[in-house]
């Protein structure tokens, strides 16, 4: 069984990059162009937006369709440039109007509104889904905000490239220690921005697509049916499977890199009723023993929470205390 190692500062974190980019950036282009690549390969959605710059500035790595990728990459995993990107794509417009072949029927005009509308669209939904996530109050809200994006992403690909391959037992470890943000409707659109990606690139294999819809499902099933049902349907998925499976390990453990800010605005919020979200101050409110997390107006509200949902949540929610 896996064990959670003591905490360390990542070294393609958000963090490491903004030192990085203040020490180096300006100065030597090829030092920063490889450590951000290796950062854009771990799954750091910074580092894309970093190599977009030196790759739209620096003369000698200048290429109009590498910046355009690496900025619209940027927008697929939640990061909102939809305006820079439209302006990039604009001016650019006689090198990339070929970059969709579904493009080259339309005049130049259209193509820049298909584009703009795409785009616009694109963060519609992650909007939406940042909206779900915090109405619901899932592991991925800390993370919306506060320049988390690099954490997120970096979830999505260690998901796929391994933890999807771990023993059940494993998974569950990894899931409660290191993966539970990304089990969020937010954590869903990164993974499903990705599949359409890996369809359009012929040197992406058959086995990383199906880790993708893979992962995708066992997030759909932990959001509409809870842990208990995941945990079921995963174990006999991994017994059916029946191949090698790799050594699971935990890199970082999320609640590490929850930025200080939320803290402060978790702390201010009104206690309520976890079932009728009644305030405190208009009743007295107990909390609940196991987890410690959540409170009830009456034990009415307690036992019809446990039923609707509480029961699988409880014991994630014990683990972070």
Same mark, same amino acid.
Request: some cysteine; aromatic content about 12%; hydrophobic content about 35%.
């Given at each position: 069984?896996?064990?959670?190692?003591?905490?360390?500062?990542?070294?393609?974190?958000?963090?490491?990059?903004?030192?990085?980019?203040?020490?180096?950036?300006?100065?030597?282009?090829?030092?920063?162009?490889?450590?951000?690549?290796?950062?854009?390969?771990?799954?750091?959605?910074?580092?894309?937006?970093?190599?977009?710059?030196?790759?739209?500035?620096?003369?000698?790595?200048? $290429?109009?369709?590498?910046?355009?990728?690496?900025?619209?990459?940027?927008?697929?995993?939640?990061?909102?440039?939809?305006?820079?990107?439209?302006?990039?794509?604009?001016?650019?417009?006689?090198?990339?109007?070929?970059?969709?072949?579904?493009?080259?029927?339309?005049?130049?005009?259209?193509? %820049?509104?298909?584009?703009?509308?795409?785009?616009?669209?694109?963060?519609?939904?992650?909007?939406?889904?940042?909206?779900?996530?915090?109405? =619901?109050?899932?592991?991925?809200?800390?993370?919306?905000?506060?320049?988390?994006?690099?954490?997120?992403?970096?979830?999505?690909?260690?998901?796929?490239?391994?933890? %999807?391959?771990?023993?059940?037992?494993?998974?569950?470890?990894?899931?409660?220690?290191?993966?539970?943000?990304?089990?969020?409707?937010?954590?869903?659109?990164?993974?499903?921005?990705?599949? %359409?990606?890996?369809?359009?690139?012929?040197?992406?294999?058959?086995?990383?697509?199906?880790?993708?819809?893979?992962?995708?499902?066992?997030?759909?099933?932990?959001?509409?049916?809870?842990?208990?049902?995941?945990?079921?349907?995963?174990?006999? =998925?991994?017994?059916?499977?029946?191949?090698?499976?790799?050594?699971?390990?935990?890199?970082?453990?999320?609640?590490?890199?929850?930025?200080?800010?939320?803290?402060?605005?978790?702390?201010?919020?009104?206690?309520?009723?976890? =079932?009728?979200?009644?305030?405190?101050?208009?009743?007295?409110?107990?909390?609940?023993?196991?987890?410690?997390?959540?409170?009830?107006?009456?034990? $009415?509200?307690?036992?019809? $929470?446990?039923?609707?949902?509480?029961?699988?949540?409880?014991?994630?929610?014990?683990?972070?205390?």
């Amino acid at each position: 069984m896996i064990r959670r190692p003591p905490r360390s500062t990542p070294l393609y974190s958000s963090a490491a990059s903004d030192v990085y980019k203040r020490q180096v950036h300006g100065k030597d282009h090829k030092a920063a162009h490889e450590f951000f690549a290796k950062s854009y390969r771990k799954g750091n959605i910074n580092a894309s937006y970093q190599l977009f710059l030196l790759c739209s500035k620096a003369p000698e790595y200048l $290429d109009v369709r590498k910046a355009y990728r690496y900025l619209r990459r940027c927008e697929l995993f939640g990061m909102p440039c939809h305006q820079e990107l439209n302006e990039y794509f604009k001016a650019h417009l006689s090198e990339l109007k070929d970059f969709d072949e579904s493009w080259k029927e339309w005049p130049d005009e259209s193509i %820049v509104n298909i584009h703009e509308a795409e785009m616009v669209d694109v963060t519609k939904k992650f909007v939406d889904a940042k909206k779900t996530d915090t109405l =619901y109050k899932r592991p991925s809200e800390p993370f919306i905000d506060n320049n988390g994006n690099w954490f997120l992403t970096m979830q999505a690909k260690s998901f796929v490239k391994e933890i %999807v391959h771990y023993p059940w037992e494993d998974f569950l470890v990894c899931l409660k220690e290191e993966l539970l943000p990304i089990f969020s409707s937010v954590g869903l659109l990164i993974l499903e921005n990705w599949r %359409v990606l890996t369809k359009a690139k012929a040197k992406d294999t058959k086995r990383k697509q199906e880790a993708i819809e893979k992962a995708m499902e066992f997030i759909n099933i932990y959001i509409s049916e809870g842990m208990e049902e995941l945990m079921r349907k995963f174990k006999r =998925y991994k017994k059916k499977e029946g191949k090698v499976e790799l050594k699971p390990r935990i890199r970082y453990f999320y609640m590490d890199y929850i930025h200080p800010s939320y803290f402060k605005t978790a702390e201010k919020e009104e206690i309520a009723c976890n =079932y009728c979200k009644k305030p405190q101050g208009t009743t007295k409110l107990d909390m609940c023993s196991a987890c410690k997390k959540v409170y009830y107006c009456s034990k $009415d509200c307690q036992v019809k $929470d446990w039923k609707s949902g509480h029961k699988t949540q409880c014991p994630l929610l014990k683990e972070t205390t």
